[in-house]
């Protein structure tokens, strides 16, 4: 069975400051996905990475893959408060979707 | 452009009752899938369709749960005889289907909030 696990589960962090969200997988995938979701809110895609050593950068955030660890990280640059929601990595083997638990994020000033 | 569209935003049953969730994909989005949202926890995954075709429904959590995509655009997810253990938030995603292009996201709509009294 697919299992998605994202830790820390909970981050308080400083403006400025730099911080690494982990996911990791239990099989193989096809593809992972990062997700936003403010309170109240549906989810936001930001990113889809699709193979061994991928990377994405949008703003403040940078994604990466390592298929052979099982392991994506989202990379937090700089926070701002604007950046305070909760991030979901979600694993896609054959259409069977799995998320993980989900990091809330608090930036603090 | 129009996104996920889904109805209605709010829905309170009494025990027992049947409800019915409705999800307007994205206009040519192949692929549609149900997820159930537990407060304070990710996604679970319930079912996918791509067109008409109901491919996998493993995460129907009882035979309670139907979904049901008959002109392979709107669905609805029907639950029977609801419990308070149905109450969550139930998101819709559609996505497209493009056989270079497999880096496409899914796109959720709001989601409607099931509360069982």
């Known amino acids: 069975e697919l299992k998605v696990e994202q830790n820390p589960l909970f981050l308080s962090m400083q403006e400025g400051k730099n911080y690494t969200i982990y996911c990791n997988y239990s099989t193989t995938s096809d593809r992972l996905y990062w997700y936003r979701q403010d309170p109240g809110k549906s989810l936001e895609s930001l990113f889809v990475?699709?193979?061994?050593?991928a990377v994405k950068q949008e703003g403040r955030l940078m994604a990466s893959l390592d298929t052979k660890a099982r392991l994506s990280t989202l990379h937090i640059t700089a926070a701002v408060h604007d950046l305070s929601a909760t991030y979901f990595c979600?694993?896609?083997?054959?259409?069977?979707?799995?998320f993980g638990a989900g990091t809330r994020l608090t930036v603090k000033p | 452009g129009a996104g996920v569209s889904q109805s209605p935003r709010y829905k309170v049953a009494k025990r027992g009752q049947d409800v019915a969730l409705r999800c307007d994909p994205i206009s040519g989005h192949v692929s549609l899938f149900w997820y159930q949202q537990a407060l304070g926890q990710g996604p679970e995954f319930l079912t996918y369709?791509?067109?008409?075709?109901?491919?996998?429904k493993s995460g129907l959590p009882s035979d309670r749960f139907f979904a049901e995509r008959p002109e392979g655009s709107v669905s609805t997810l029907k639950i029977q005889r609801t419990q308070q253990e149905d109450s969550a938030v139930y998101l819709c995603?559609?996505?497209?289907?493009?056989?270079?292009?497999?880096?496409?996201?899914?796109?959720f709509g709001d989601g409607t909030r099931l509360s069982i009294l």
């Open positions: 979600a694993v896609d083997a054959s259409n069977d979707m799995r």
């Open positions: 369709f791509q067109n008409e075709a109901q491919l996998d």
């Open positions: 995603a559609s996505s497209l289907v493009i056989t270079s292009r497999p880096d496409q996201p899914q796109h």
């Open positions: 990475l699709l193979s061994n050593g």
